[in-house]
């Protein structure tokens, strides 16, 4: 009976609100917690009230810039820490008997990595037979350099003591959009013709005081953007590509990204005017990652696929222009 009502137990901790109420413990803020586990503010706020709920008393005194546990919940802070500690430690333990010491762990974000490096990681795999590359995928831009893994790719600002940063690649900004937008009833021949479309916009997360957005690049091209027939957003950057090469609307385009389909004509640029973006592309790993061998191997060959990529020219602005008319 004790075996029973103990597993009982077990079975309805709320793992997801433990998990999310110590972050905010550590951090001390509701936001850091969020970009830690990759979800968004309000979702960590509703693990933390659900828990409080749950137990029936306070855990976080909420402040207007930091937040701070009670008693009660800074013994509950350190004993999920103390336990998720020995999960973790558990876990790699069995997961390093399985895990090839060539395999060589990636982090990065989900749109990077089905665009950029799937497609290519092909060309490291023929020149490099002997390594395994294994791809994880953060789900927040910032959260790949938060990773145990050997290397991650990171976009945007960041400073990491202790690991090595270097720098990738920059991108272009760009509206694109599928051929198919250039006629039919409103055709894109300037930017007013943009208030009979759909805009499309990446739901970006970051601290960084510029992002690469629609408002981004119409401050920095001088031009004002007319009120868009109406607006669709999403989290993942390779589901903004796909929905402008369906004809979903009109998005903006960052050039690593879009090429590839601009190159092969899925894709357009309607107008003419780029921008530079903000942000880049970064590689993150740990001093001592650097020297193994297999991940120098990775790190040259991404380099100089970034490297080449650069002296790809965008193919020409198809339509009308930016500028009023």
Same mark, same amino acid.
């Given at each position: @009976? ?40 309000? !979702? ?16 976080? $005194?909420?402040?207007? %810039? %930091?937040?701070? =546990?009670?008693? *009660? ?45 799937? +497609? ?18 953060? #789900?927040? #831009?910032?959260?790949? !350099? /938060? $990773? ?12 990491? +003591? ?46 960084? +005081? *510029? ?19 109406? $607006? ?6 390779? @589901? ?13 385009? &960052?050039? =690593? ?20 973006? #903000? ?6 790993? +740990?001093?001592?990652?650097? &020297? ?10 991404? /380099? ?5 990529? @650069?002296?790809?020219?965008?193919? #020409? ?9």
């Amino acid at each position: @009976m004790i075996y029973i009502s103990l597993a009982n137990m077990i079975l309805n901790l709320p793992f997801a609100a433990l998990r999310a109420f110590e972050a905010v413990a550590r951090h001390g803020s509701f936001s850091e917690a969020a970009d830690e586990l990759g979800v968004g503010q309000s !979702a960590v706020s509703q693990h933390v009230k659900a828990l409080e709920e749950w137990l029936g008393h306070d855990l976080v $005194t909420r402040g207007a %810039r %930091r937040s701070k =546990p009670t008693p *009660d919940g800074a013994r509950l802070a350190q004993s999920i820490a103390d336990g998720l500690g020995r999960i973790s430690q558990t876990c790699d333990t069995i997961r390093d008997k399985r895990r090839d010491d060539a395999t060589i762990v990636i982090s990065c974000h989900p749109g990077f990595a089905f665009i950029w490096l799937f +497609p290519r990681l092909l060309t490291f795999d023929q020149a490099h037979p002997e390594c395994a590359i294994s791809i994880t995928t953060a #789900p927040r #831009p910032g959260s790949a !350099a /938060k $990773t145990d893994a050997d290397i991650a790719i990171h976009y945007g600002a960041i400073e990491r +003591p202790g690991y090595v940063v270097e720098p990738l690649m920059g991108e272009d900004l760009f509206p694109v959009c599928a051929p198919a937008l250039l006629e039919g009833l409103h055709p894109l021949r300037s930017i007013d013709d943009l208030a009979f479309h759909t805009q499309i916009r990446d739901e970006f997360t970051s601290d960084a +005081p *510029d992002l690469p957005n629609w408002e981004y690049w119409a401050r920095e091209t001088g031009l004002a953007l007319p009120t868009p027939a109406r $607006t669709r957003s999403f989290g993942q950057t390779n @589901m903004v590509v796909q929905a402008a090469i369906q004809g979903g609307g009109v998005a903006l385009g &960052r050039s =690593p990204l879009v090429l590839h389909a601009l190159r092969d004509g899925r894709l357009v640029r309607p107008f003419p005017q780029i921008v530079r973006s #903000p942000l880049q592309y970064w590689l993150v790993y +740990p001093q001592d990652h650097g &020297r193994c061998a297999r991940n120098r191997l990775f790190i040259d060959w991404i /380099k100089a696929e970034a490297e080449a990529e @650069m002296h790809i020219a965008l193919p #020409p602005p198809i339509g009308g222009t930016a500028y009023r008319d």
